[in-house]
């Protein structure tokens, strides 16, 4: 059974920095594309940032140069996130797909529950 579990969310002041987790159980992610995305209310669900198993990284361009995605050899992504902004106000979910040998990236997707990321002051 595949589990993502993410934690770090809470509420920041703007400016203020958090730092979100996801610890995978039931996989190696070693083998897949681990990314982060975000839903705010009434919005659709985005990509934030991505890393391929290779560990090349991919952000939306609203967080680039504020935002940095990582992955540890403990089975766990991580995301910083600096200089934050009310508008990065959202629930930000774990996911993750199968990434093959050829670069290609499965459709089939494993989510997380998410974490609730407010910025206000």
């Known amino acids: 059974q595949v589990q993502l579990v993410e934690s770090g969310g809470g509420l920041v002041q703007p400016g203020g920095s958090l730092a979100l987790s996801c610890a995978a159980s039931?996989?190696?992610?070693?083998?897949?594309?681990m990314a982060w995305y975000r839903q705010a209310p009434g919005k659709q669900r985005e990509l934030v940032a991505g890393?391929?198993?290779?560990?090349?990284t991919n952000y939306t361009d609203s967080v680039k140069g504020r935002f940095a995605i990582s992955r540890d050899n403990a089975n766990m992504i991580h995301l910083q996130m600096n200089s934050l902004k009310p508008e990065d106000t959202a629930i930000y979910y774990c996911?993750?797909?199968?990434?093959?040998?050829?670069?290609?990236?499965?459709?089939?997707?494993?989510w997380g529950q998410g974490t609730q990321v407010t910025v206000s002051s």
């Open positions: 890393i391929t198993r290779n560990r090349d």
């Open positions: 996911n993750a797909r199968k990434q093959y040998a050829d670069s290609s990236i499965s459709r089939y997707n494993y």
């Open positions: 039931g996989i190696d992610i070693g083998g897949y594309y």
